[in-house]
């Protein structure tokens, strides 16, 4: 699916996550090693690895080279897995942002926008997704105070932007937590805490969007740690992938354990947390008490 912005909706993340993963497929079921695989496309071993978890660009002539190794002879299977090579190639709406925009974060733009359920835990900020362009210029110039002020107005755009993905025809399931240090800190002021409050209740009205908040009273919780965020997609050949977000880099995870305990704390965080249905409430009472009109 192509962009307005002439790019491609998903981006070539998850495309090239699917095409990896068929090509494992077909390697294991024709009973050639990864180091054989590696020759064939006059490459190594480790390459081949990259291939199949999706973490490198394609090439269509070593697609093309790896199907007839695997023995796939069907002219209608080798398009489509061919076409799926071209199409993982295809820049994502957000390349137009790439003078702003790390290349660590770019994987996850691509991740976000294919996944069918977002969930995402908060300490420090409200989410990004649910961010007022107020409160997101006061977040970006937190970290980036003396860039030039277009430079700051495409990164407010840029996470605008990103939030069209709750409002397509086939939006993501967004299941937030956030901690109740993140919507008292005033982040931009007062006003613009009132103006993001308001909004996170208006949030609260999506069928696709459920909010959840910790309260100080809670006290210690399963994800002491920090925040985090667990992607689910579509396809059942996708793992759940965990986004972990640093200073100047991310930390992807998607191996069995460590899926296992990041679903393990969402899950103790969303008992511990207020039920959704309290949120509305517990969001104006925050506004009006801290941030009074």
């Keep these: 699916m192509v962009d307005a912005d002439g790019g491609s909706a998903t981006g070539p993340t998850v495309l090239r996550m699917l095409l990896g993963a068929q090509l494992r497929r077909l390697r294991e079921a024709s009973g050639v090693t990864r180091e054989g695989a590696g020759w064939e496309i006059r490459a190594s ?165 459920r909010l959840q908040i910790i309260p100080f009273a809670a006290g210690g919780h399963a994800a002491a740690g920090g925040a985090f965020t667990i992607l689910r997609f579509g396809d059942q050949d996708l793992p759940d992938i965990v986004y972990i977000e640093q200073l100047t880099s991310a930390i992807y995870l998607d191996k069995r354990d460590d899926l296992d305990h990041y679903a393990l704390a969402m899950e103790r965080l969303c008992v511990e947390a207020e039920p959704p249905e309290r949120t509305p409430d517990l969001l104006a009472r925050l506004r009006d008490e801290v941030y009074p009109a």
């Design 45 to 209: 071993e480790s390459k081949i690895s990259r291939m199949e978890l999706g973490r490198v660009g394609f090439k269509e002539r070593d697609v093309a080279d790896l199907l007839t190794l695997y023995g796939v002879t069907d002219a209608e299977e080798r398009e489509t897995l061919l076409k799926l090579a071209r199409d993982a190639n295809s820049p994502g709406w957000w390349h137009r942002y790439g003078d702003v925009l790390p290349a660590w974060f770019q994987s996850y733009l691509g991740l976000e926008a294919a996944a069918v359920l977002i969930r995402t835990y908060e300490v420090q900020f409200v989410p990004g997704l649910l961010q007022t362009p107020a409160y997101a210029r006061a977040v970006v110039l937190l970290g980036h105070g003396s860039a030039a002020p277009d430079e700051i107005d495409r990164r407010v755009a840029l996470r605008m932007r990103r939030q069209e993905l709750l409002r397509r025809a086939e939006p993501p399931q967004l299941w937030a937590v956030i901690d109740e240090a993140a919507l008292r800190r005033p982040i931009g002021g007062p006003g613009v805490m009132r103006d993001q409050l308001t909004a996170l209740i208006e949030a609260t009205r999506s069928p696709n969007i």
